[in-house]
């Protein structure tokens, strides 16, 4: 897990070697997990430093099949800047983003011992005329389907860089200001646990980084049923919904300057009290706001589709038999529902869901259609 994971110094989970021409190598493997947001960032004040109109807090997921894992060796062997996704090359110099994280992590490089006892100074290992990464990303789960997978991406993306560079982080937190410049969503997926994403007022974006509130293990009984309504990539791009949202929803300016704040205290005091009934209650009306922000954008932007709304419904008429929130639904930028429950409830409710969503036929068994696993790392202990 990267809260864990963070514990060693950068750099001292990458090895070195040479390859078959006689050159070096450095080389690293990472995962990094997704996260939901409970409080929404949607909408940037600064595109080019990808700097939002508001702070945002989410719950880091543990689950194995929602998360990005990324190779990354470098060397001066090779010609280019490279970087395969899913099995397919994308064009390194076509992306700002990836072109961003990278220029980040080799400003923060340091020196580099090889295999054979000679040592790369750090300008030389970061010069891209001298040394070049080839990067091979996949995802366990859907890519651009509103399942945060940008956010799981760039955390790892940065991540593991960060190990084959052996990056020095300038100040606490550097390392998630530049998974932000890949996805705003990514800052917050390189810790475990509770972490909020503060927006920041530096004009240069060095105080908009993700710290963590609460760490993993903090909330064990807390768990997550996710319900991948589609697979199909979403119509609407974040960061083009975002900027159409800014430049015409009166909603999502009122949303920013006066709901946040207060909600990000409030939801982290009931995080931090384990208080199921108010985190609940506080998820549902966020995630209800950013989609009324997304239909008062013009031309509006509907990310929800039936499915979800029944979901919704489903949600609510569960929560008044038990005469309390005992789940929370919450959508991002698509119409996948992620369900935050509690131990105690979450078989009748994954019941419930499937009595209402019946097994497609094309599905061999339950145990095909159904994933479920604890919300939260520590949960695995
Ligand atoms: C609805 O982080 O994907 O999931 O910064 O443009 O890459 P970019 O956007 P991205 O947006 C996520 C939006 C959201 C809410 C959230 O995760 O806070």
């Given amino acids: 897990a990267a809260s864990t994971a963070a514990a060693a110094p950068l750099g001292a989970t990458s090895t070195t070697g040479t390859l078959a021409s006689g050159e070096p190598f450095v080389t690293a493997t990472f995962s990094a997990p997704t996260n939901i947001a409970v409080i929404k960032y949607w909408g940037k004040r600064d595109v080019k430093l990808n700097l939002p109109i508001n702070s945002s807090v989410s719950v880091t997921l543990n689950q194995d099949d929602l998360r990005a894992m990324t190779s990354v060796m470098i060397s001066p062997a090779f010609e280019k800047d490279r970087l395969w996704l899913n099995g397919e090359e994308e064009d390194v110099s076509k992306s700002k983003r990836i072109q961003t994280v990278l220029a980040g992590i080799r400003a923060i490089a340091t020196d580099r011992t090889l ?4 040592v790369v100074p750090a300008a030389e290992l970061a010069d891209p005329s001298k040394w070049r990464a080839h990067i091979v990303s996949a995802n366990s789960f859907p ?16 991540r593991v860089l960060a190990e084959v560079y052996g ?7 550097a390392l998630t200001a530049i998974a932000r410049q890949g996805s705003g969503s990514a800052s917050r997926s390189l810790y475990g646990g509770f972490v909020r994403w503060n927006m920041g007022a ?15 293990d903090h909330w064990p009984d807390l768990e997550v049923i996710v319900c991948v309504v589609s697979a199909d990539k979403k119509e609407t791009g974040s960061t083009a919904g975002m900027t159409t949202s800014v430049e015409t929803s009166e909603l999502l300016a009122h949303r920013a300057a006066a709901v946040v704040e207060p909600r990000l205290s409030a939801i982290e005091a009931a995080y931090t009290a384990r208080d199921f009934p108010t985190f609940g209650a506080i998820t549902m009306r966020d995630s209800n706001q950013f989609h009324a922000c997304c239909l008062d954008t013009f031309p509006p932007i509907f990310y929800m589709n039936d499915v979800s709304k029944r979901l919704i419904a489903l949600v609510h008429r569960f929560n008044a038999k038990h005469g309390s929130i005992v789940a929370a639904y919450t959508f991002d930028a698509g119409p996948n529902a992620v369900i935050y429950t509690t131990k105690a409830h979450t078989a009748a409710l994954l019941a419930t869901v499937m009595a209402h969503f019946p097994r497609p036929a094309a599905l061999a068994s339950d145990a095909e259609y159904v994933s479920s696993a604890p919300a939260l790392e520590a949960a695995k202990a």
């Fill in 143 to 158: 890519t651009a389907a509103g399942l945060a997978s940008s956010a799981a991406g760039y955390a790892c993306l940065t």
């Fill in 167 to 173: 990056a020095a982080e300038p100040t606490p937190n």
């Fill in 115 to 118: 295999a054979d006892g000679t």
């Fill in 202 to 216: 530096a004009a240069d974006g060095s105080d908009s980084f993700a710290e963590q509130v609460a760490t993993a």
